[in-house]
C-alpha cells in the first residue's frame, strides 16, 4: 500500500493504492469461492457478479481467470510425469488436457471432427457447471469462457509443447448450439 503526506500532515493513500488492495481483496474472494465450489458455481458467479458491480465483468471474470489457471498449473505441475509424451503433440496435449485433466471421452462427452497431423476439432456436449450457471444467471457463455477459461486452457497446452494453440470457436457455444466446438493447433 503506498501512503503519501497529505497537507495536514496525515497519509493519503493513493488511487494506485486503493485498486492495488481492492484488486487482492477481489482475487481472494474469488479464490475463496472457486476452492470451494464444488459442482454449483452460483455462489462463485454471485461473487464474481458482485465484483462487477463495482468494476466491471470483464475485471472480475479476470480474477476467475487467475484463479483457474493457477489450479490447472499446479494440476499439471503435480500430474507431469504420470501423461503420455509420444511424437505427437497434438494428441499429448488432446489427452493431457481433455482425457487426463477434464475427464472427458469421445464418443460419450464429444466427438473429434476434424483430425490433422497439425489440428484437431472437437465438439463436446458433456455435462457443464459454467454453463448451468450462465444460463441460471443469464450470462452469455462467449464472454464468460472467453474471458475466464480461453487463456487457462493455452497456458495448459503450452506447458505440454509451446507449440500448441488453442481455439474455441465462440459461434458454435452451448447454449447457442448443441455442443462447444475447439481447436488444437501445433504452431510451426
Sequence with gaps: MIRLPSRDGDTELTRAGCVSEMDDTYLQLVRAKYDSKGDDY???????????????LDEALG???????????????RNRSALLRTADPIDDGYRAFYGAYLGLSVPQ?????ERTPTRMV???WNPCATLDVCQKLGLDTRVVCCRAYHRP???????????LRFDRNYDALRPHTPYCEEILTLAE
Excluded: H, M, N
Excluded at 452460483?42 to 466491471?56: G, M, P
Excluded at 462427452?109 to 471432427?113: A, N, Y
Excluded at 486452457?153 to 507449440?163: A, G, K, N, Y
Design 42 to 56: 452460483s455462489d462463485l458467479f454471485a461473487t464474481i457478479l458482485s465484483i462487477a458491480e463495482e468494476s466491471s
Design 63 to 77: 480474477y476467475l481467470e487467475r484463479c483457474v489457471t493457477e489450479k490447472r498449473s499446479a494440476w499439471l505441475a
Design 109 to 113: 462427452d464429444g466427438e473429434i471432427v
Design 122 to 124: 472437437t465438439r463436446w
Design 153 to 163: 486452457v493455452q497456458v495448459f497446452l503450452e506447458s505440454i509443447d509451446p507449440r
